[in-house]
């Protein structure tokens, strides 16, 4: 009812439906909630809300983290962080990995312009654990961004990638993008197909996501980038999990490819 609410101030539009929307996106602390608010503010006024969409979401993650939300999945909140806080939100999301290791490194991968990069090397190459979901986003992003395509040769030369975390990383080489299970603003894909997919869940931090082939958007030269890069980590690597999840993530791009324009393995 709140929701079918929220959408008919949308379609009001006009400063009283606005100060409603923002007035309740301060008051709420689902987090859900936060992040359609939010989002629906955008709509009504680009840019001028996003301070105090921010602070909502830091609140409400403050709530969760201490535990006054429990049950509550919080991904929108990442969400509207990666969406709305530019650079900024870096040093937030490197804190909230300790807690949602997940939720914080999908959202370092999705900063613009490779914000969240460096990050994301500091928490692969890192001593504490859990790290392991950070050396999957830079999978995901090594084909966009230098650094992240470095910085996992390196970890595949020094043996620093365990044979259990190669098979996770076959799709994200081969096009795949982890997205949040609950989004508010990823309206791509109906939540029948969203459970056909690779899907994931973590009890800590009750974190859900699921990988989702981004192979429409791909050109057959980004197809041959990204088999460069798994030809690249077959060289650097000898352990045969590896070699296996390499081949596996090159058979699926070699899938999409035209037989005339497709590399030889």
């Known amino acids: 009812a709140r929701a079918a609410l929220f959408d008919a101030l949308l379609q009001i539009g006009g400063p009283q439906a606005t100060s409603v929307l923002l007035q309740t996106m301060q008051t709420t602390a689902e987090p859900r909630e936060v992040a359609v608010l939010a989002r629906e503010l955008e709509t009504l006024a680009p840019e001028q809300y996003r301070q105090e969409a921010l602070s909502a979401a830091r609140q409400a993650l403050a709530m969760a983290g201490s535990g006054k939300l429990e049950g509550a999945d919080v991904g929108p909140l990442f969400e509207l962080m990666y969406k709305y806080g530019g650079t900024g939100v870096v040093p937030e999301l490197e804190q909230a990995a300790k807690q949602w290791n997940y939720y914080a490194t999908i959202a370092l991968a999705q900063l613009p312009d490779g914000a969240g990069i460096p990050a994301l090397i500091q928490i692969a190459q890192g001593t504490s654990a859990p790290k392991g979901n950070a050396v999957e986003l830079l999978a995901q992003t090594a084909p966009q961004y230098p650094e992240a395509r470095a910085a996992l040769l390196d970890l595949a030369r020094a043996n620093k990638i365990p044979p259990s975390l190669w098979p996770y990383l076959t799709p994200l080489l081969a096009g795949g993008q982890y997205r949040y299970q609950d989004s508010a ?79 030889t393995p």
Do not use: C, W
Not at 191 to 206: D, P, T, Y
Not at 220 to 231: F, G, K
Not at 241 to 255: F, T, W
């Open 185 to 263: 603003f990823d309206d791509s894909l109906t939540e029948g197909s969203r459970r056909a997919r690779e899907s994931g869940h973590v009890l800590s931090g009750n974190q859900h996501f699921y990988t989702a082939p981004d192979v429409g958007s791909l050109t057959p030269d980004q197809i041959n980038q990204r088999m460069a890069l798994i030809d690249d980590l077959r060289s650097a690597t000898s352990d045969p999990v590896a070699l296996n999840a390499l081949q596996d993530s090159r058979d699926r791009l070699a899938k999409l490819l035209p037989a005339s324009v497709a590399t």
